[in-house]
């Protein structure tokens, strides 16, 4: 079971990605997920309750879990112990993209967005004829 404090003994990196982080990355048939599924538990899709089990719960907490989703698309069964390398190739797309990617931004709350405003409809509030969008729809 690959833990938080063994991530960097698989990566060998000193910036390595955070497994503590919620994140997926889905490379061919192979998809990473990190931080996911903490308590070891997993919902059966109502429609397959009859036809599944679900897996016990782990005992250990485990930020990683790798799955090959063309031969498990339910992803059930965690190959992060048998396929290491593809954990560390993964790991490492995930620092890139982590690294390479844009800082949010949360924009000030516009109190002239709210529906209560105009006819509690979601409107383009912003458009120089919106007034005409709300009478047009109330």
């Not at 397959?48 to 990683?64: H, M, V």
């Not at 390398?85 to 620092?95: G, S």
């Amino acid at each position: 079971m690959l833990t938080t404090s063994t991530v960097s003994d698989v990566t060998g990196d000193s910036d390595e990605f955070n497994s503590n982080v919620n994140a997926a990355i889905r490379v061919g048939d192979w998809k990473l997920i990190t931080h996911e599924q903490t308590t070891g538990t997993w919902a059966v899709p109502p429609e397959l309750s009859s036809q599944l089990t679900k897996p016990k719960a782990s005992e250990n907490y485990q930020p990683i879990w790798l799955f090959n989703i063309k031969e498990d698309p339910l992803e059930t069964k965690d190959l992060s112990q048998t396929y290491p390398d593809k954990v560390t190739e993964l790991l490492r797309r995930l620092q890139d993209y982590n690294v390479a990617s844009v800082p949010v931004v949360y924009p000030e709350c516009d109190k002239s967005a709210s529906p209560s405003r105009h006819g509690n409809l979601w409107v383009p509030w912003g458009e120089p004829n919106w007034r005409d969008f709300v009478k047009s729809r109330t």
